[in-house]
Nanobody, 119 residues
Framework: QVQLVESGGGLVQPGGSLRLSCSASGSVGSSYVIAWYHQAPGNVRRWVASLTNGARTNYTDSVKGRFTISRDNAKNTVYLQMNGLKPEDTADYYC?????????????WGQGTQVTVSS
């Protein structure tokens, strides 16, 4: 069983920066995808960025050049550095993990962290 805990959300002015953290308890194994999603009020949850165990990263078009997903294996933590924040980035941000283990494929979500971009 893996638990994901997000942190780092808050209120920031347009143009500002935040760094979200997703800490995993338990082993994620050697084959995985870790992703960030966001969900604005009244909207569906949407994919933002992802990172594979091979360090391949992908981003939705709206955040390319502004957001960076990275990992610290020693801390079992994935980060989402968000720069140049815009009001439309306001949402709850969720960490997601898809683990490819010897005994199956497992998916986990964190509880979310709120990001508000407003002046």
């Amino acid at each position: 069983q893996v638990q994901l805990v997000e942190s780092g959300g808050g209120l920031v002015q347009p143009g500002g920066s935040l760094r979200l953290s997703c800490s995993a308890s338990g082993s994620v194994g050697s084959s995985y995808v870790i992703a960030w999603y966001h969900q604005a009020p009244g909207n569906v949850r949407r994919w933002v960025a992802s990172l594979t165990n091979g360090a391949r990263t992908n981003y939705t078009d709206s955040v390319k050049g502004r957001f960076t997903i990275s990992r610290d294996n020693a801390k079992n933590t994935v980060y989402l550095q968000m720069n140049g924040l815009k009001p439309e980035d306001t949402a709850d941000y969720y960490c997601y993990a898809k683990l490819f283990l010897w005994n199956g494929i497992f998916q986990y979500w964190g509880q979310g962290t709120q990001v508000t971009v407003s002046s």
